[in-house]
């Protein structure tokens, strides 16, 4: 049996992991010190992410609406997740990460168009 990082919990949801090929559907621990993610189908596949080690997070926001999917971009990599109660979970990270971490992903829209400026400046 894994043993949790965090001594306390705030918040336990179902979610899914979409690490690898496929999804993994678990459970989301956030607690005082690390965001988790435990399996539920396998033991020994989870993943543990302390506070101090997340970077970003990038959130789906369309219409003022936050959407299911979010990222936690780490110093070790990238790790995609989506949950029914993403709101809740990224208000309880954003206790321990700050908002400035939180972001918005960019829309497609968005990409293209820095894509385009980016191909302007070099020609200048």
Do not use: C
């Amino acid at each position: 049996m894994v043993q949790s990082l965090n001594s306390s919990v705030e918040l336990t949801t179902q979610g899914i992991s979409f690490l690898g090929i496929g999804a993994r559907y678990g459970k989301f621990l956030i607690g005082d010190k690390a965001f988790e993610f435990f399996n539920d189908n396998n033991v020994s596949d989870y993943i543990q992410i302390p506070w101090a080690n997340v970077n970003i997070v990038y959130v789906n926001v369309s219409n003022k609406k936050i959407g299911r999917r979010f990222r936690v971009v780490t110093d070790r990599g990238n790790f995609d997740f989506s949950a029914k109660a993403a709101g809740k979970i990224l208000k309880t990270m954003r206790e321990h990460i700050g908002d400035d971490k939180i972001l918005r992903n960019p829309t497609i829209w968005q990409r293209v168009k820095a894509i385009f400026s980016k191909k302007r400046k070099m020609g200048s």
